[in-house]
Structures are given as C-alpha cells and as structure tokens.
C-alpha cells in the first residue's frame, strides 16, 4: 500500500501541483481544502493527469476532530500543511484573520498529529522571513529581519511554534521557505487560479498578453539595481512540488523521533522584472504592453537564494528553466482564456 501523505490546501497552486509530485513518486495524496482560494476544478485537472481520483475533504483544516479522524482512517504517516491566507495586503487589513487562521491551522495541525503519533511535517515558509537582505543570495543562516507585513510574520512565528514543538515532542518537521513559485503543470490542466486581479507577477503578465489587462504596471523603476526594477528568484511551481516530495522522504530518514529544520527553495538565480518581461515576450513570442509605475509599498529590492543546503542534504535540485516556467505558465493560460470564450 502506498503511504498516504495529507495536503492541507492540496486545492491551490501549489498544493495541487505538490498532489501531483508526490502522487508520482508513489504516494498516496489525501487533500483537506475548504476551496475559500481555489477552486473544485482544480480536481478534475489532478485526476486528468493522474488517471485517478485523489480522496479530497472539503473542509476548513482546522478541526481537531477531523484531522484525528483523518489520520486515524487514511493512516497517515507525514502532512504536508499548505492552507493559509497569503494575500501580503489584505493581511494588514484583516490581522486578526490571518493569524487565527494561519497560525490557529497549524496549531490544531500539531495538536492532532501528536494525539495521532503522526511523524512528519513540511510547513510552506517564505523567503519573506528575510525581509530586504543587506547581501542576497540569501542562506538559511542569513538572519531574520522583523516582518514587514502580518503575513510575513505569521510564517515567522509559524517556523518558531514549530522549532519549539519539535524540541519538546515526538514530531520531525521541515519549514520551506519558498521563493517566487511561477509557471504550471505541463500538461496545463493545472496551474495558477488567482481570483479577481492578481497580486503576483506572472499571472498579471499573462493575463495581460492574453488580452484581459491593458498592460503591466512594472512597480518601480528607480530602485538601486541594474535597470532599476526589483529582483527576484522564480522557481518552476513543479520543481518546487518536488522539493516537499524531498523534503519529506529526509524528514521521514532521520533516526530521531524530534527533528527541525529550515531550507530555501529556489532557483539560485535573480531576475529582474524587466528581464521577466522580455523574456517572456521572446519565449511566448507575444508582446506584453507595459509601463513603468510607482513602487509597491512594502517591496522587498532584490532577494534571491543560496541553495546549497537543500541541494547538498535534500538531494534536490531545479530541473526546469525559466524559460520553461514561462511557457507553462502561457500553456496554463491559453487554455483558461479558450474555456472563457
Ligand atoms: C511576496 C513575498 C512572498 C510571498 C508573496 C505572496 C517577498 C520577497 N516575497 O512575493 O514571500 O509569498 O508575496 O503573494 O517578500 N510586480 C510588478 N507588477 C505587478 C506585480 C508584481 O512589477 O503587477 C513586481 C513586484 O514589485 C516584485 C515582483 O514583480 O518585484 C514579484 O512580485 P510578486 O509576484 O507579487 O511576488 P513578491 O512580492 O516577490
């Protein structure tokens, strides 16, 4: 019997292309998705690729009972836990949701996994940790500047409960601290389903191309940088998929029954916004109207990772370009668009 792994969030961008990896690396994936940020279609395009159904509860994760009830009927052995707010600016609007529903989640996450004796844990952490770092790449021993939104911290204080939990009680846990996720499932049944306009880069950058926004604001083109535009490290949403996969079979290794640690997950390369535009264009062979704009409030200047410690302990490492990345993400889109028509 394959060992079942529970996906809390399993419905969004991530969590679904991670049902997928962990999927063909022969387990069974159980998602746990209360759909308030995806959507039921997300399903159909796992079972598309899968060739199967992937058992899913349609539920808010934080519930004590049914997490046990969970564990205790799919005999989970490792949780990989997604489900969180992470919008950065509806979090300063709305503090009190953000941490009672990303902190309060894992809490009630923890406590059941330890009634249950449930081993491993991958928790999605941010680079947001490092706020703007004086010298990027960034390693993990880079240190952790105060949060510059509530989101933020609820991933800092979320690495915190669980460094603490592990020193005290039977549980293996690993924090990763993603940087950009970007682009799709190649076979673009999946990929990024932002509601309303999106917050993030690319999904912005293809659905103006597509023809649904006028054009890109680029936020900010006087910043300390070579064209004057932030930098950032964008990773293949697959290649990250694959590093919880990873990340899970090293927690699951070690001898120890109490386990913490922290690891980047990037590409190890930054970009520029404007590099990402033309690149774009040139790959996607479509132009993208843009301007330059104000900066963002609360944007970070340039952030990439040091990825030598995943790389060296995790045995982990990108496979796809972000050439590639791109032409997913556009792949993804194309289709949205067609099935909009
Ligand atoms: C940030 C956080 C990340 C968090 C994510 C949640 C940092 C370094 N990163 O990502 O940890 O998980 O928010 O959403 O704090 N941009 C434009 N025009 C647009 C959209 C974006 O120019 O329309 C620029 C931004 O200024 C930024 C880059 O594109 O320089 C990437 O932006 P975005 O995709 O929103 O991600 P981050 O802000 O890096």
Known sequence: MNPSILVTGGA????SHTVVALAAAGYQPIIVDDFSNSEASVLAGIEKILGYQVPCYAEDCNQYQLLRKIFREHQIVGVIHFAAYKAVGESMQEPLAYYQNNLGSLITLMDAMLAEGVPNLIFSSSCTVYGNPDHPPVTEETPI?????????????????????????????????????VGA????????LPRGIPNNLVPFITQTAAGLRS?????????????GSCIRDYIHV???????????QFADHQPSTQYYNTFNLGSGNGHSVLELVHLFEKTCKTPLPYRIGPRREGDVVAVWADVQKS????????????????????????????NQT
């Open 12 to 15: 969004g961008f991530i969590g």
């Open 145 to 181: 500047k105060p949060a510059a939104s509530v989101y933020g911290n609820t991933k800092q204080i979320g690495e915190e409960i669980i460094r603490d939990v592990c020193a005290a009680k039977p549980l293996k846990a690993i924090s990763l601290r993603y940087f950009n996720p």
């Open 185 to 192: 499932h190649p076979s673009a049944e999946i990929g990024e």
């Open 215 to 227: 054009e890109l604001t680029i936020f900010g083109g006087d910043y300390p940088t070579p064209d």
């Open 238 to 248: 697959m290649d990250l998929a694959e590093a919880h996969v990873s990340a899970l």
């Open 311 to 338: 790389s060296a302990m995790l045995k982990w490492n990108t496979k796809r370009s972000l050439e590639q990345a791109l032409e997913d993400a556009w792949r993804w889109q194309l289709k949205l668009s067609g």
